[in-house]
């Protein structure tokens, strides 16, 4: 079974402070992780992926196996960051394509 | 640009009719989705497709089912609604060959009254 925990539904910061979003993790094999955005009145969106090792908006991800967690980080957080944040995992084998998220963490950037 | 498309932005239901949600994209991808979303709960899988009239349950298939007969088109069937199935509906489509990444629509709010 895949599971997917993100233990803060709400963080609240100060423009300019850095920023943590927590997401561990449950899987067997090698798992792909993402990290999904949502913004006020906007559609769901892909921020990035692990497997490409990219920075989006600020924004970077570490896969860390041994911690099972792949926490999102911005060292200056900004007040357009503010959104709703899922982590999500997809399997292989059986389960591949099959993408679990997390439950979610909202996001507040205060001026 | 890849569209998914959701036909229905709001609907009001009464307890125990069916309902139908339908979903279609225009990128000839195989592979969709149906979630809904709920405070607290994040996205929850309700069923999937691979292909053409191939669908496989999710985490939350009870009270639903699917049909995908043609390709760009994945319809969720509610077929008695309930109260508690008062929730926000994701469609999601994806795109294999471009690392997995997964399309949303923009949302079915439906409320069970």
């Known amino acids: 079974a895949q599971r997917v925990t993100q233990p803060e539904k709400l963080l609240s910061v100060f423009k300019g402070a850095p920023v943590e979003l927590k997401c561990n993790y449950s899987?067997?094999?090698?798992?792909?992780l993402f990290w999904y955005v949502q913004y006020s009145r906007q559609r769901l969106q892909l921020l990035l992926r692990h497997i490409s090792r990219e920075s989006i908006k600020g924004f970077t991800a570490d896969l860390n196996k041994g911690e099972t967690s792949f926490h999102l980080k911005k060292p200056f957080a900004q007040e357009e960051d503010s959104a709703m944040y899922y982590c999500a995992l997809s399997g292989g084998g059986t389960s591949y394509g099959k993408l679990t998220f997390g439950q979610g963490t909202i996001l507040t950037v205060h001026p | 640009d890849v569209k998914v498309t959701q036909s229905s932005r709001y609907l009001v239901k009464r307890t125990g009719e069916k309902v139908f949600l339908e979903c279609v994209q225009d990128m000839d991808h195989e592979n969709m989705f149906w979630y809904r979303q709920d405070p607290g709960l994040g996205l929850r899988l309700i069923y999937f497709?691979?292909?053409?009239?191939?669908?496989e349950k999710g985490d939350i298939p009870e009270g639903y089912s699917v049909s995908r007969e043609k390709k760009e088109r994945f319809s969720l069937i509610l077929e008695s609604a309930s109260t508690n199935q008062t929730s926000m509906y994701l469609c999601a489509s994806r795109d294999r060959g471009a690392g997995n990444t997964i399309y949303f629509g923009e949302g079915s709010w439906l409320t069970v009254v």
């Open positions: 497709s691979y292909d053409v009239k191939m669908k």
């Open positions: 899987y067997s094999g090698s798992p792909e």
